[in-house]
């Protein structure tokens, strides 16, 4: 919203320290206060409106879908750089490591897609248990969840697009492999790997699992 840059603590504090100062050198307490405003109303112009930040990541997306769906986007990209980046290095003696990184990624990204499609199932289902009173409490609380699986899509995402220059950092073509830091690379994928895994559970405890495709007809 507009108004919260009016309520930036930093223009607050730009403004207090300026009618401070016109106070300390004898103005009267009228005059500082007319300085401190402007200062402060300054502050946000220049800072609030000019020069708007970027937006917070924590705070909810405009659209949703958009967003999730760029976010499988994203996964599904890195992983592919990282095999791409990869391929060198799976027929040495680094194969067995690197083979386990790459289906690791692909794993992560694969569920990463997964939750993108439920998340739309989740956000249908706020919307149906908030149209009742007496589930509105069940509502709050498929919400919060809702809200923790997504932040671990997206930090999954990050931390995944973030794998492959790490992956070149440590295996890169003529250089000496960084094996240490390529077992820590390993290590953190399946970590990230086991946080994207609990959002999966959370999925299933509150949708239950997901009922099998029917197959298509083929096409006369």
């Known amino acids: 919203m ?5 309520a930036n603590p930093w223009c607050l504090l730009c403004g207090a320290v300026a009618g401070g100062l016109a106070w300390a050198v004898t103005l009267p307490v009228w ?4 300085i401190a405003v402007i200062i402060w109303l300054t502050a946000v112009l220049v800072f ?12 909810l997306p405009a659209d949703p ?6 976010c499988a986007r994203r996964a599904h990209a890195a992983a592919v750089s990282l095999q791409d980046v990869a391929a060198p290095f799976l027929e040495g003696p680094l194969g067995d490591r690197v083979s386990r990184i790459v289906w690791r990624a692909g794993e992560i990204a694969a569920s990463i897609d997964h939750l993108v ?4 199932e989740l956000s249908a289902l706020v919307h149906n248990l908030a149209q009742h ?3 509105r409490g069940r509502a709050r609380y498929v919400e919060s969840r809702h809200a923790e699986i997504r932040r671990r899509m997206y930090a999954a995402t990050r931390d995944l697009e973030a794998a492959v220059p790490r992956f070149l950092a440590t295996a890169s073509p003529g250089a ?3 094996v240490a830091a390529l077992d820590r690379l390993a290590t953190d994928l399946e970590n ?6 609990i959002g999966e559970s959370m999925v299933t405890e509150i949708l239950g699992p997901e009922p099998p495709r029917t197959p298509q007809a083929p096409a006369n």
């Open 133 to 135: 009173p007496h589930s």
């Open 2 to 6: 507009q108004l919260r840059k009016f």
């Open 65 to 70: 879908v958009a967003v999730d769906a760029g």
């Open 48 to 59: 609030g409106f000019l020069f708007p930040t970027a937006p917070s990541e924590t705070e």
């Open 117 to 120: 499609r439920r998340s739309q």
């Open 31 to 34: 005059a500082a206060f007319v």
């Open 192 to 197: 990230i790997g086991y946080g994207v895994d």
């Open 176 to 178: 000496a492999p960084d």
